[in-house]
T-cell receptor, first 114, second 113 residues
Framework: DAGVIQSPRHEVTEMGQEVTLRCKPISGHNSLFWYRQTMMRGLELLIYFNNNVPIDDSGMPEDRFSAKMPNASFSTLKIQPSEPRDSAVYFC????????????FGPGTRLTVT | AQSVTQLDSQVPVFEEAPVELRCNYSSSVSVYLFWYVQYPNQGLQLLLKYLSGSTLVKGINGFEAEFNKSQTSFHLRKPSVHISDTAEYFCAVINTGGFKTIFGAGTRLFVKA
């Protein structure tokens, strides 16, 4: 298995632009997580999907952020409009839903908003 | 609610020396415990996990951790570190009936030659 795939790996955009991050989870995994990592705030859970359904989006910072999972093999995280404070590394992770299952992280997307 | 405290933000150590990275957790229910490692410009990957049974858990790359329920700790150890162990290490906890993994703030291990 190729692991969790994220694209793009790097994204540089100007403030006000729309940004879409993409994730392909490991085949057979039914849980998907989006995280944001910054030096100041560490690793933050943004949203969690189980069987393609959003279960907890309490970590989504504000309405500018949205996430979808149209099928078991694809998810997107969209920021519109983007702001400089959104600059961070965004990770997607997937796992089985069984208790005690570890999460498998993608390589991350480094987002820079100027 | 659960919480995780990693007591050291940075740990410098010489190559071939032993190391311990400390982790304490707080929870009112039973939990599973994990250690993840993050190498530069990569995502997190699992080092080891404790679900039940023996309190001494062995992981990859020679790391081990001991679950201590009375002290609510899950410290990570390695008897002899290599330069290649330089990375950030995250302790994490999830309650046995839940989905939300709580990660600690991370400990940056820096191995010096």
């Amino acid at each position: 298995d190729a692991g969790v795939i994220q694209s793009p790996r790097h994204e540089v955009t100007e403030m006000g632009q729309e940004v879409t991050l993409r994730c392909k989870p490991i085949s057979g995994h039914n849980s998907l997580f989006w995280y944001r990592q910054t030096m100041m705030r560490g690793l933050e859970l943004l949203i969690y999907f189980n069987n393609n359904v959003p279960i907890d989006d309490s970590g989504m910072p504000e309405d500018r952020f949205s996430a979808k999972m149209p099928n078991a093999s694809f998810s997107t995280l969209k920021i519109q409009p983007s702001e400089p404070r959104d600059s961070a590394v965004y990770f997607c992770a997937s796992s089985l839903a069984e208790g005690g299952s570890e999460q498998y992280f993608g390589p991350g997307t480094r987002l820079t908003v100027t | 609610a659960q919480s995780v405290t990693q007591l050291d933000s940075q740990v410098p150590v010489f190559e071939e020396a032993p190391v311990e990275l400390r982790c304490n957790y707080s929870s009112s229910v039973s939990v599973y415990l994990f250690w993840y490692v993050q190498y530069p410009n990569q995502g997190l990957q699992l080092l080891l996990k404790y679900l039940s049974g023996s309190t001494l858990v062995k992981g990859i790359n020679g790391f081990e951790a001991e679950f201590n329920k009375s002290q609510t700790s899950f410290h990570l150890r390695k008897p002899s570190v290599h330069i290649s162990d330089t990375a950030e290490y995250f302790c994490a906890v999830i309650n046995t009936g839940g989905f939300k993994t709580i990660f600690g703030a991370g400990t940056r291990l820096f191995v010096k030659a």
